[in-house]
């Protein structure tokens, strides 16, 4: 009997789906597999008093973190708001950091990285969290490569995963690498999600951010390009918008946005667009031309390179009902 044990670590507001989702994962995979390979998944904490997710749900472990001591195949720890933003709880700190002897996989679950930040095992590795977090995770261990755009990352023995759902992601890649994708694509389809999501987390962020003060060069140069999407944009073009030379406006701007000019134009066209065709029923090369991208062909390179899909397959995806 090859039983594989898996650890779900869990505090103080946790997101509730964080938990249940890969729960649900390795519960389900059992109806495939071997009974003698099954997955016996157990719920862990600094004690077992009831503790409160985010969501205000009572959650309540099944082992406190003194009669856990190891023996996992798997071992994830759940994020939540309170991990970005709070005090690391040393308890979970200090129990996180024998991780590696406590697992022969072990990792996060959305903001559960910032958890293993703190217990120090983030350094030198490749990692992903939640797309709104990335930023600062990055920020707060610097020593971490954070790829703000993976569904989730393996990195050795490391496993990371970006917000929330993409839990259930990481857990069915967990599955598949022991069992088999078809094993994996019975499950997703048991719990009705997909075995292997198309493009990374850019697709659903907001793709552009606002300078701090609304009323420079660069947020200037901004309302232009918005208001007019649909024209040709050089660097020279646009620094004699503000009256700088194309050397200074660039430095400017990469200054005040952290990107250049040419990245901005980009982005801004992938905005425009994705509005269109989550809202709209324009044919795609309507949209192409409106937004400034010439042709269909030119728009689906630079969707699949920045997003990871094509306008067609985002349009699916994120398409509201008023537009169909």
């Not at 660097?235 to 918008?241: K, R, Y």
């Not at 134009?265 to 795609?284: C, K, P, T, Y």
């Not at 409106?290 to 995806?317: H, K």
Request: neutral net charge; charged residues 20%.
């Amino acid at each position: 009997m090859v039983v594989t044990k898996v650890a779900i670590v869990i505090h103080e507001g946790v997101q509730a789906l964080d938990v249940a989702g890969p729960i649900d994962v390795f519960a389900e995979a059992n109806a495939y597999i071997a009974p003698e390979n099954r997955y016996e998944t157990v719920v862990v904490a600094a004690d077992r008093n009831p503790l409160r997710a985010s969501n205000n749900m009572l959650m309540m472990a099944d082992l406190a973190f003194e009669d856990a001591s190891g023996g996992f195949e798997i071992l994830l720890v759940a994020g939540g708001p309170a991990l970005v933003h709070g005090e690391p709880d040393q308890r979970l700190i200090g129990w996180l950091a024998l991780a590696p002897s406590r697992a022969s996989t072990y990792g996060s679950i959305c903001t559960g990285a910032f958890a293993l930040g703190h217990a120090g095992l983030l350094d030198g590795r490749r990692v992903t969290t939640h797309w709104q977090n990335a930023g600062k995770l990055a920020a707060t261990f610097p020593a971490a490569q954070v790829d703000p755009d993976a569904i989730y990352m393996r990195d050795g023995r490391l496993v990371t995963s970006a917000g929330v759902t993409a839990g259930i992601d990481l857990a069915l890649a967990l599955v598949g690498e022991r069992h088999g994708a078809e094993i994996a694509l019975l499950v997703a389809k048991r719990l009705v999600v997909v075995a292997q999501r198309q493009g990374g987390q850019s697709q659903f962020s907001p793709y552009l951010t606002a300078p701090n003060d609304p009323a420079s060069p660069a947020a200037r140069i901004q309302d232009h390009v918005m208001a007019n999407i649909r024209d040709r944009h050089t660097l020279a073009s646009l620094a004699a918008q503000v009256g700088m030379s194309a050397r200074n406006f660039a430095r400017h701007f990469v200054q005040a946005t952290g990107m250049t000019p040419h990245e901005f134009v980009e982005r801004a066209r992938i905005d425009a667009a994705r509005n269109l065709l989550e809202g709209s029923d324009r044919q795609l090369k309507t949209i192409a031309y409106d937004c400034g991208f010439g042709s269909t062909d030119r728009m689906r390179i630079v969707f699949s390179e920045r997003l990871g899909v094509t306008p067609a397959q985002y349009r699916s995806s994120f398409r509201r009902s008023e537009a169909t």
